[in-house]
């Protein structure tokens, strides 16, 4: 279907019948806006108004698809190639259909990303903590890398994330020695928070000594891009758990107040 050539074609018969762009589009229930782009080629009219369109401008749908006018009636022997020309603009009518969708749907994923990014602060306030600054992504990220190299043992990345980290590493692998090791450790993005200007992470670890599993929580803050833990327990007069945990709060026990 050449759009040139049918917008043409309606452009004629219209004038013909005395129409308007806006009659024409108020019979097939349409904007004046399509029925001036139908006649600038711009665009094709929908397959589901060729046949109120032809009737309107006293047209049959085989013209209106062919863009010219039927200079006799239709033979037998043409019927097979007036049936391949309607296959053919449905088929282009489906493809046209078929990018408009993707085109939107492009767009809508887009609208919801952008969103949910503007509504990040809101939800990470409203699920997690007291408010939400940009620096708690960046904040994050140093926890999340800091509880692996936990996990891992990694000395190196322990003293590139952790600040003041001199001695946790040995004191460690001493715990470890003892059969007190970390199993898991995970920074948590929604309990990462600002709290008064004070800008706060937690971790999460899983200590297994021997067939015991223990969760503990460690909060702590970021600054001059490094994590700087609390004490996970404060064992009080006549502690009587286990007797690692105090020195595995102890070693982790980074925060200066100062």
């Not at 999340?144 to 003041?164: Q, S």
């Not at 460690?218 to 327990?233: D, F, L, P, S």
Request: charged fraction near 25%; proline fraction near 3%.
């Amino acid at each position: 279907m050449n759009n040139e050539a049918t917008g043409a074609l309606i452009r004629e018969l219209r004038k013909e019948k005395g129409l308007t762009q806006k009659k024409l589009a108020q019979r097939l229930h349409v904007t004046d806006r399509a029925v001036s782009k139908w006649e600038r080629g711009l665009c094709a009219p929908d397959i589901a108004l060729l046949e109120p369109l032809a009737q309107a401008l006293d047209a049959t749908v085989l013209e209106l698809i062919s863009g010219a006018r039927a200079k006799q009636k239709t033979r037998p022997e043409n019927v097979d190639s007036a049936v391949q020309e309607v296959l053919r603009y449905s088929e282009q009518e489906i493809t046209r259909k078929g990018k408009t969708i993707r085109k939107r749907s492009l767009l809508a994923a887009v609208g919801v990303c952008l969103a949910l990014l503007l509504a990040l602060p809101v939800l990470n306030g409203t699920l997690g903590g007291d408010g939400f600054a940009w620096r708690c992504i960046p904040a994050w990220l140093c926890a999340r890398n800091a509880a692996r190299a936990l996990e891992d043992y990694d000395k190196e990345g322990i003293e590139r994330y952790i600040g003041n980290a001199g001695g946790i590493y040995e004191a460690l692998e001493e715990l470890r020695e003892q059969g007190v090791v970390i199993r898991n450790a995970e920074a948590s993005f929604s309990r990462t928070r600002l709290d008064d200007m004070f800008l706060f992470t937690e971790l999460e670890l899983t200590v297994q000594q021997e067939s015991i599993t223990y969760l503990l929580t460690c909060q702590g803050t970021w600054r001059n891009g490094k994590v700087e833990w609390m004490q996970i327990y404060v064992p009080s007069v006549g502690y009587d758990g286990p007797e690692w945990l105090p020195q595995l709060s102890e070693a982790l026990a980074t925060y200066d107040p100062g």
